[in-house]
């Protein structure tokens, strides 16, 4: 299975040339770089300037967008409100021509994979937001796509909801290794756990199109907005119960000290690049991380310096110029590195890391 797009569409800003293979890929980019009207070419709800859009080789320009096998799921659930949450689910199946009966075999099966089997006799009204966010998924899964369309899913969920969902997500789009994904978001924590296998990749939209392997992408941004996006330090590791979290560094396993969280297993660590401290000698007091590491490189960055190191992790820092005139570094230097665990965060991720 594959989705081939190719679309020109001045008056959205979208000029794209995309193949992608079965799995998952984000697109992301600034406000109005053309995301969501991606997803509506490729849905047939629009008609660009001109499009080529082929799944598995068949065309679709041409096709009805019922009939194209795509389901989109956005932020906006868009639940049938005078149906329970197992006939909305089974919507899809009826309208496919399955029967009362084995669409809602299928409803309840899709309904238990995200979790929510207890909920199929409840209104829509009666669920939270994440619960609704869960049915709507199961709802497109349900109609059997060959590819699935995500358009930020998360953007409308409350901060206690979104890690449990992203979860959701990650289990279930890593489940169908036969399906088409692609995942419009703004939030890296969202590429990082649902499009974290070595075929996945992110494409950034904007003046200048950016795509390939998700890591290649973040690690040599050339726009401004993907340098923001990859902002944030990140290292997979094991989280442990309460507190902290263990990585595998060049030489061993590395401890990291972190704020409190409930995660256990497979993690994202993050911390800012302003959170992290460079140190002639190693530092006195309160860090509770501390490692030596080496720089790889030195960059200006929007009136800041961010120094870039390959040991103990690849991460980065950002300091002063002032701060960097009294250190001073160079490519190949050896530094001391610091963090508060305080400002170390930790995420649930899929149990496979990022290539």
């Known amino acids: 299975m594959s989705l081939q797009v190719r679309a020109r569409w001045a008056e959205r800003g979208l000029d794209v040339n995309l193949d992608l293979p079965a799995g998952r890929h984000a697109v992301t980019g600034p406000n109005g770089a053309g995301k969501s009207s991606l997803l509506s070419v490729i849905t047939g709800l629009s008609h660009p ?18 009939r194209r096998r795509i389901a989109l799921m956005s932020q906006a659930t868009r639940l049938f409100p005078h149906l329970s949450v197992r006939d909305n689910v089974a919507f899809g199946p009826r309208s496919h021509g399955q029967g009362r009966r084995g669409s809602r075999a299928t409803a309840d099966h899709w309904l238990e994979v995200v979790g929510m089997g207890s909920f199929a006799g409840r209104r829509p009204a009666q669920l939270s937001g994440g619960q609704a966010a869960r049915v709507a998924l199961a709802r497109a899964l349900a109609a059997e796509p060959a590819a699935l369309l995500l358009d930020e899913p998360l953007a409308a ?13 990650a289990d279930v789009t890593h489940a169908r290794e036969d399906l088409v994904v692609v995942l419009v978001t703004h939030d890296v924590l969202d590429v990082l756990t649902v499009a974290d296998g070595p075929a996945d990749t992110l494409t950034v939209l904007g003046e200048r199109v950016e795509h390939g392997p998700v890591r290649a992408v973040l690690e040599h941004p050339r726009s401004a907005f993907t340098a923001g996006l990859a902002g944030v ?6 989280a442990r119960p309460g507190s902290g979290a263990t990585t ?4 061993g396993v590395l401890d990291i000290a972190t704020g409190p969280h409930d995660v256990t297993g497979a993690a994202w660590v993050t911390f800012t690049p302003d959170a992290v401290s460079l140190h002639r000698d190693r530092p006195q007091g309160s860090p509770r991380n501390v490692w030596r590491g080496r720089v790889s490189r030195i960059e200006a960055h929007a009136g800041r310096a961010r120094v870039w190191l390959d040991l103990p992790l690849p991460l980065s ?3 002063t110029p002032a701060a960097l005139a009294e250190l001073p570094l160079r490519p190949g230097d050896g530094v001391w590195v610091s963090v508060k665990a305080s400002q170390v965060r930790v995420h649930p991720a899929h149990a496979d890391p990022l290539s």
């Open 49 to 66: 300037d001109s499009s080529r859009v082929l799944l598995d080789d068949r065309p679709l320009d041409t096709v009805a967008p019922h």
């Open 157 to 169: 969920l409350d901060v206690e909801a979104t890690p449990a969902m992203r979860a959701v997500l």
């Open 233 to 238: 330090n990140l290292v997979h590791g094991e």
């Open 248 to 251: 595998t560094a060049a030489d």
């Open 317 to 319: 820092a950002e300091v």
